[in-house]
């Protein structure tokens, strides 16, 4: 009983994988993921930004920071050094419906990954004002 429940399991489990690749091709973009693709950047260009203020950076970092961005310390717009600032006061529902839309209107390149797609549709609609 043990074996034949093991060998459905992986037999679901090989034959699941290419179906939900499929089903999940590089040119789809949901709502989902512009969400994911904006939380995960929020969060860890936060973690960096709150890292280089925290002064526990090696002098390599500093030099680095210095020579990028000047003396300027960056925007708390957590995503500024990613090129992109979201307005501050705009709901989830409305940044993600502005991505979308400009998603819509974009043409994609053959063999570019949703990733890059989306963030270029990203820093298109909010660049950061310097």
Request: proline content about 5%.
């Amino acid at each position: 009983m043990n074996k034949t429940i093991t060998l459905v399991s992986a037999l679901t489990f090989f034959t699941a994988l290419p179906a939900f690749a499929e089903g999940h091709a590089n040119t789809e973009i949901s709502r989902d993921y512009i969400a994911g693709f904006l939380a995960g950047a929020d969060l860890t260009d936060g973690a960096i930004i709150d890292n280089i203020s925290s002064g526990n950076e090696s002098d390599f970092i500093q030099r680095a920071y210095r020579t990028r961005l000047g003396k300027e310390h960056p925007s708390l717009q957590p995503t500024y050094l990613a090129g992109f600032c979201i307005p501050e006061g705009i709901s989830e529902e409305k940044l993600i419906n502005s991505i979308s839309d400009q998603l819509k209107q974009t043409t994609k390149p053959a063999n570019t990954q949703r990733d890059t797609i989306v963030y270029s549709a990203i820093k298109a609609l909010y660049p950061c004002n310097k």
